[in-house]
């Protein structure tokens, strides 16, 4: 099946820094890719859907100018939280859309988690 | 707008008993229908999934069927392992970009 990969799968930092995650699919060409969020013990919310060579789509609630997100490849999107804040400490997961799919799929990558000091 | 319900958790059971995860959803037109399984820090894993009605995904002893007339998507296992424990999700999509999901259910399967 379809992989995709995130890095790094943990990072610690200060308040007030910018931390960049890579998402990529490794084995296929995805224009589309998805950026989620979820709290301990809760469900994936979507914050944005990244279009390769265009601007992302937020989620009403999301914050794009603290969420930045970049899909400059058909295999790389990177999602850069900005002057994180303990508040953005959350576990960041991204996803692909096989665009030769036919079963509306996506695969799941395997996490990011983000803890904000 | 699209939802997705599940039972809620925790579920805890003893090692091979039969497992259930209720799911029932909320949708126009005609979602693709999945379930997908989270370890201890991890990130999701499809476990299966299916794309019409009366279709029945399975994968490692669990199946779901997707039934159209009850708008559900009951997740099954009829003998669970230790190694089973996770959180199940879930989920519909209708057209390959927005997927829904339900809020999870935490299953604890003891020795």
């Known amino acids: 099946g379809a992989v995709v990969s995130q890095h790094p799968s943990r990072v610690i930092c200060k308040s007030g820094t910018s931390v960049k995650i890579e998402c990529r699919s490794l084995d296929f060409q995805a224009t589309t890719m998805f950026w989620y969020r979820q709290f301990p013990k809760q469900s994936l919310m979507l914050m944005a859907t990244s279009n390769e060579g265009s601007k992302a789509t937020y989620e009403q609630g999301v914050e794009k100018d603290k969420f930045l997100i970049n899909h400059a490849s058909l295999t790389l999107s990177t999602l850069t939280v900005t002057s994180a804040h303990p508040e953005d400490s959350s576990f960041y997961i991204c996803?692909?859309?096989?665009?030769?799919?036919?079963?509306?799929?996506?695969?799941f990558g395997p996490g990011t988690r983000l803890t904000v000091l | 707008g699209n939802s997705v319900t599940q039972m809620e958790g925790p579920v805890t059971l003893s090692e091979e008993a039969f497992l259930t995860i209720n799911c029932t959803y909320t949708?126009?037109?005609?979602?693709?229908l999945f379930w997908y399984v989270q370890y201890p820090g991890e990130g999701l894993q499809l476990l299966l999934k299916a794309t019409k009605a009366d279709d029945k995904g399975s994968n490692k002893g669990f199946e779901a069927t997707y039934r159209k007339e009850t708008t559900s998507f009951h997740l099954e296992k009829g003998s669970v392992q230790v190694s089973d424990s996770a959180v199940y999700f879930c989920a519909l999509s209708t057209n390959g970009q927005n997927f829904v999901f339900g809020p999870g259910t935490r299953l604890s399967v003891l020795p």
């Open positions: 949708a126009t037109g005609y979602p693709s």
């Open positions: 996803s692909a859309r096989v665009d030769s799919n036919s079963y509306n799929e996506q695969f």
